[in-house]
């Protein structure tokens, strides 16, 4: 049977435990939402003795389910103030899962300020080592260094600088079979709880691990061939499918074309330099440069759709890895810039010095519209996130807490954030549905809670008028089987084809049930989803959220966006219906 | 009759008009309070085109009812987030309500980014005038300035470079009767509303204007004869009393007494250096040194409480007007700094740029707690608010956004905050009482909101013993008869005779009703001030505000302050009785 690891920062213990019923049957986001909603004050200060942060493979994760790698890292957030999940690629939740690791539970307060520490994980315990030499230091470094001293292939957790500075935006990195740090848990501010509790990184070595447990191994293989067969078949997910082919940027001109690819900072729906920083640009640029750059790449090995890619400086050298549609957007279009050099080099800065590419993307448009820089300013971006957010300066300190943060020091109105968090690439006064889901997620603005695009704008999943503003019961429905996706250890990627093929979704939840020894089928998917929303959404009423933060912010209520110049006019009530179940 | 005076700052124009029913009775934070509930939208950006500046005398400003020349601020407050009142001496009050006029509601948004008004207001109206050449210049030249050009005793509403640049603990300055600038309505940052409105300055000159209406003028003889005799009596308001030999900062030695005089960021109740900066030392060194230096001074025309004072340097010459309890201890002991001169100094900064003192005495200290400073560091915490807040700097952005701003950027846990607003001078987990009114008011911490420190320390309006938790009562009680206290104009200060003597408070509230030609009496202060508050919470309620909002932050709970190591032990039932009515 699996364990829960237990770790203390505040006397540097860490204990293997029996995995407490109320828990057992959940993985990745459902596991570490339970935890925090029962174990988490939903007052504490995200940053305090109090918060834990706590990590999970998702149920299939370390199994041979495809693309079934994803890490779940859980608690309260300091960026939103809400409970927090995020996912990242890469590979740590495989290693963890066969360590026979169902989750990590981090608490307690370092005794000493300042002081950072390692966490290794292997299948003899746990053991902590100082980290003090890897203090400053950016993640591609500390992977890097981390291989040399553990071994090449150990799974890495770790957080850049701005983890350390407990900045509101710092994300919790993975490493990849390439060692490269471009893997984040990112959005809310995980890697601030985890710079707080003083652990730099984790190791994990998984040799000689015990392997994850399944419970009915026949059913679970019958079960991975279903979702295989689908997510081969799907033009989204196959073989030299849009994913695999241009990776998640295939996007932009899509999302250009529908008007609704945010633009400087929310001011208009379409960026008329989207040719130079799109998927198709990067695919051609990739192939002219050679070298080491490449597409249709993995995050971790398993991965059958393999939308990652290796973007490469002009003589073909690494530069970073990886271009996925929302970094490129958060850092080119919606910052003007239109040069994917640039945006690489601010990717990979992000990366190393530890930030959600979203938000950080998000918050020197703000900066921009607050008069810091000119849109465009591609130089100055990167100052910002190689200098100031890497030194921890007082500007530093402002860009790396994240937008909402940065429109209140620099006194700007248009601040296009819910719940604190900056919303990602996808205008939702263009596309209503994602603006439901914005408003009403568990965490803030955040597409992957409840993905309507798919519908609204790729007709996957059915098709939906995206102006329709009565759009509560479609965002309800992506956020209930969301909320399975991220407990099941699959990609969301992974969703594209279950949406269109119903055999692919059998599988998906069988395997799930199969490791596992339950029942489950099709039919538990919206009610085990609708759990965690509610254990979610308790935390979250405890903690003083209402209604009244289940909204975007005012501008978007009374300001047209070109070039369709629609407001979102999704009424309150309608919002209110999402949750009502 | 009294009118209300409606501005626009998007199409600059202001126009007189009648009192709508709803407001008629108000005056002060009633009349803020009852127009902002029914106006402005709770979830507005609070420096949007939504929100609006309210400004209000209180009910019997400009009569002549002894120390009554408040006048309120009210809106929503871009600090805490919820309705916001806050009020000042000075000028101001007795000349807007002597024009006739009821409130100003400042409302809209320029059209020109970084383009400044000002606003002149006399008996013949309102005109806009350019204030383009007093932007970036600090209160106390804009006040030397509009005396020159407008004329020498008209009254001066003004916000510093901390308004224009829209920083949260901005507050709004008002000039006294030397036309020094250090009467300010500071708290919640109601000077970056204005700032964001592009108003500069308000010059109000009463010349000629009708006065205030008073409906029966033989009651109202007879109550402010009430309220003076006993404001002349009581051992803290009289002539020679304690306020008026030594200032508010009477409290000092009385608080360290207490060991509930937070010290260093609330690490401790009692500083070794209080003997330096107490009202005794004040008042001797300021004989001592003679020149302009004075104790016993009034803050406006009218008041015979005169609890002000002028301090100077050695030579004589003036240096800061006025030195209060809550600025010494915020910039003083809160930051671990023992000399007056380097108090007066800050003090003087902060009234100049435009912060709030208690606000910025906090933030320095959480700031020196994040390691940018060493506590005592006097001639850091200068520079911050001399350098940074006044030219913008990102630093001074940090710090001239508050606390719990501050407290975010430099990843500090210990930050006394309720509602995003700082606590005052009194140390919640050995005073109680006060405790729960910071937890519960609808304003975020603030003293004046339930000042139960006058049973529970002075022994006036009877005796609490401090250390028990049972407050909840005690707080209601004070918290809805100063809503009406401040919705009178009288000064809270009053409150310390007529909490003792009951002619005083009869003879205050008849006032206010022979003013208006109501019937009240004393058992309608606390319906009146309960009215208020609910209007207030329902603001709070629809903005997002919950009974979790109504805590103290959670390190307090855990951490026992010395000297009497006590925790904030007052339960959760308990704090939410306080608005259970």
């Known amino acids: 049977m699996s364990k829960l690891l237990r770790v203390n920062m505040t006397d540097l213990k860490a204990a293997f435990e029996e995995v407490p019923e109320p828990y057992r049957l959940w993985g990745g986001r459902g596991f570490t939402s339970m935890v925090t909603a029962r174990e988490v004050p939903p007052n504490c200060h995200p940053l305090g003795p109090n918060n834990k942060l706590v990590i999970a493979p998702g149920i299939v994760s370390g199994t041979a389910a495809p693309t079934s790698g994803r890490t779940s890292f859980g608690g309260k957030s300091p960026l939103t103030g809400t409970i927090k999940e995020s996912n990242a690629g890469g590979l740590s939740s495989q290693k963890i899962a066969r360590l026979g690791i169902k989750g990590i539970i981090i608490e307690g307060h370092p ?132 994913l695999n082919t241009y990776g998640t940027n295939v996007l932009a001109n899509i999302m250009n074309e529908a008007g609704g690819y945010p633009t400087r900072n929310f001011s208009g729906g379409r960026f008329e330099m989207v040719g130079q920083i799109s998927g198709e640009a990067a695919r051609e640029i990739i192939q002219k440069r050679g070298g080491v750059g490449t597409t249709g790449h993995p995050c971790h090995p398993g991965c059958i759709i393999q939308c990652s890619n290796i973007f490469t400086y002009p003589d073909g050298k690494f530069h970073t890895s990886v271009l996925e549609y929302e970094s490129v957007w958060a850092l080119g279009a919606n910052c003007g810039i239109g040069n994917l050099d640039d945006i690489a080099d601010l990717v990979w800065a992000c990366n190393d010095v530890g930030l959600d590419t979203i938000e950080a993307g998000a918050t020197i448009a703000v900066a921009m519209e607050g008069g810091l820089l000119e849109f465009g300013d591609a130089q100055g971006a990167k100052e910002l996130i190689h200098e100031d957010v890497r030194h921890g300066t007082p500007l530093g300190r402002i860009i790396g807490n994240g937008t909402e943060f940065t429109g209140r020091a620099f006194g700007v109105v248009r601040v296009p954030t819910v719940k604190g968090q900056a919303m990602p690439a996808y205008e939702p006064r263009v596309v209503k549905g994602i603006g439901v889901t914005y408003a009403t997620s568990t965490m803030g603005a955040d597409h992957t809670a409840g993905y309507t695009i798919a519908p609204e704008i790729l007709s996957v999943g059915g098709k939906a008028d995206p102006f329709n503003p009565q759009k509560a019961e479609l965002s309800r429905a992506f956020q209930s089987a969301t909320a399975f996706i991220d407990t099941s250890g699959y990609c969301l990627f992974d969703a594209f084809a279950v949406l269109d093929i119903p055999e692919g979704l059998e599988g998906m939840v069988e395997s799930c049930a199969a490791v596992l020894g339950t029942n489950w089928t099709v039919n538990d998917i919206g009610p085990l989803g609708i759990e965690v929303l509610k254990a979610e959404r308790g935390f979250n009423e405890a903690a003083g959220f209402t209604k009244a933060h289940d909204r975007l912010p005012e501008f978007m209520k009374y300001e047209p966006v070109p070039p369709h110049n629609t407001t979102f006019d999704v009424t309150d009530e309608d919002l209110d219906k999402v949750h009502a179940y």
Chains 1, 2 share one sequence.
């Open 111 to 242: 005794e000493e300020a300042g002081k950072f520490w390692l966490l290794k994980i292997n299948k003899d315990g746990a053991e902590f080592l100082p980290a003090t030499d890897l203090v400053g230091k950016g993640m591609y470094e500390v992977c890097r260094t981390l291989w040399e001293r553990h071994g090449k292939g150990v799974a890495i957790i770790g957080i850049g600088p701005a983890g350390e500075y407990r900045l509101t935006n710092a994300g919790i990195c993975v490493n990849d079979p390439e060692n490269t740090a471009g893997r984040y848990a990112g959005r809310g501010g995980m890697g601030a709880v985890m710079g707080a509790k003083g652990l730099k990184a984790i190791v994990i070595d998984d040799t000689g691990g015990p392997g994850v447990a399944v419970a009915d191994q026949t059913r679970f293989r019958a079960a991975i061939k279903k979702l295989t067969e689908a997510s081969l078949k799907h033009d989204v997910t196959k073989k030299e499918g849009a």
